[in-house]
């Protein structure tokens, strides 16, 4: 049986992308070594914390693995490590700077303490920040990082293979079926 990993090295080397194979080399097991022993390459410690938080929060472990369990802190640390440009790691670090802040005015202790308050902070800040009719232009950078959070979850394995259900075929084939039973046929 084919895995996706496979496939997609297939393809990237049958697109003549060797040099950008050999960028991914490792990649899998390095970050979520860097998370479990604490010592990010990109974040700082109290950065790593605050995105394991968030990430704890938007997608925590319920009969499928959560954001935390398929390493979405360490994928983001080692993505902005070796693909982001310095304008946008930068930025980056004035988005999490800006949400912690965020978060403390919120009601959020400044330490990992007190996990309630900082749910419930968190809450208030979502709530914020896609409240409908409102102006959260500040809050875009919470925005920004709950996509990110959610796109790297999608697109690791257990996030599209456990979390989403795909139908290959949706409906059942019906190999010689009457035109008026069917009536209309779909777009594509």
């Keep these: ?37 604490g010592a990010p390459a990109f974040y700082s410690a109290d950065e790593l914390a605050l995105v394991t938080c968030l990430a704890d929060a938007i997608i925590p472990r319920t009969d499928t693995p959560g954001a935390i369990d398929v390493g ?16 946008t790691q930068g930025a980056h670090h004035a988005e999490l700077a800006a949400i912690a802040g965020h978060l403390e005015r919120f009601g959020a202790p ?16 979502d709530a914020a920040a896609f409240a409908y009719g409102t102006d959260a232009s500040g809050l875009g950078g919470y925005r920004a990082v709950k996509s990110l959070i959610a796109t790297v979850y999608y697109l690791s394995e257990p996030g599209a293979t456990q979390e989403l259900q795909y139908e290959l075929v949706p409906g059942r084939w019906i190999a010689s079926a009457p035109i008026g039973d069917i009536g209309r046929t779909w777009a594509q």
């Design 1 to 37: 049986m084919t895995t996706r990993r496979q496939v997609l090295h297939g393809l990237i080397l049958s697109l003549s992308g060797a040099a950008a194979l050999s960028t991914f080399q490792g990649a899998a097991a390095r970050p979520l070594q860097a998370v479990k022993s």
């Design 110 to 125: 400044r330490t990992s303490g007190d996990t309630k308050s900082r749910l419930k902070a968190l809450t208030d800040l």
């Design 72 to 87: 979405v802190p360490a994928y983001m640390d080692h993505l902005y490590l070796t693909w982001a440009s310095a304008p």
